[in-house]
């Protein structure tokens, strides 16, 4: 990394005015790019971070990120402050992100320090980071994909990718292979769920009612995702008429 510029400062009154005007006839994403612009992103916390380079090659479609290996869009949480208009990709094999900045007329591949990451969006999918001493018991630390929140629980989705060494005939080269998990968090526990079965061992009080959802609902091997993110919403509807109910 280049030695580090000196910090543009601008005067509060100076934000103040263009914020007022800007909010005006802009979204939050789009102040935040234009903020960013002004000062530099550059002179920011995002630009705190570590220099990235590729370890692995891979010679066929059985890549390590998230969905490609192109950049996408994509926002952070990093050190308490929001960014958007980003381009990102994601490591599912070290379980990190890879930032594309512009650092003068230099285009710099930077992976944000893991622990300052709160949370980010990439290709409008929301995940977040989980580092507290419970998930740490449970080893389950990292960035997960939320797929349903509310006030009863979070329902999310952990994306991995093993990595495989292959020789070929004249290099050697490396395979990942997608690993991905579902867990909920409720009740401050973590629980690992794959099907209805798993739902109603949590929630036994509802057997009847999750039994009888499923049966009602009936999805494809190829929208698992739709049926898990469909059944926790109806666990949640329950939820709140016990609650209700209880009062």
Same mark, same amino acid.
């Given at each position: ?124 999918? +929301? =995940? ?15 960035? *997960? $994909?939320? /797929? &349903? @929140? ?67 609902? +009936? =999805? ?15 666990? *949640? $509807?329950? /939820? &709140? @008429? ?6």
């Amino acid at each position: 990394m280049q030695k580090k510029r000196r910090p543009t400062f601008i005067p509060l009154f100076y934000i103040s005015c263009f914020s007022f005007v800007f909010g005006q006839t802009k979204s939050n994403d789009q102040y935040h790019e234009w903020f960013d612009g002004l000062v530099g992103i550059e002179n920011t916390a995002l630009y705190n971070g570590i220099g990235y380079i590729e370890k692995y090659k891979v010679i066929n479609d059985y890549h390590k990120f998230y969905k490609t290996t192109d950049f996408l869009p994509g926002s952070i949480v990093y050190d308490k402050n929001y960014y958007s208009g980003l381009e990102m990709k994601y490591d599912l094999d070290e379980d990190l992100i890879v930032l594309n900045l512009k650092h003068g007329l230099r285009i710099v591949l930077l992976q944000p320090i893991k622990k300052k990451v709160m949370r980010f969006t990439i290709d409008n999918h +929301s =995940f977040i980071n989980i580092n507290d001493s419970l998930a740490s018991a449970f080893n389950i630390l990292g960035f *997960h $994909e939320v /797929l &349903l @929140e509310n006030s009863s629980f979070q329902l999310l989705e952990k994306h991995q990718k093993k990595r495989f060494q292959r020789k070929g005939k004249n290099t050697v080269y490396h395979e990942f292979k997608s690993r991905n998990f579902n867990i909920l968090h409720y009740n401050n526990e973590y629980f690992t769920v794959k099907n209805r079965k798993d739902f109603t061992k949590i929630f036994p009080e509802f057997k009847k009612q999750i039994e009888t959802y499923s049966k009602k609902k +009936s =999805f494809p091997k190829s929208t698992y995702r739709q049926h898990l993110v469909s059944l926790a919403r109806r666990i *949640h $509807e329950l /939820l &709140l @008429e016990q609650k209700i109910n209880s009062k």
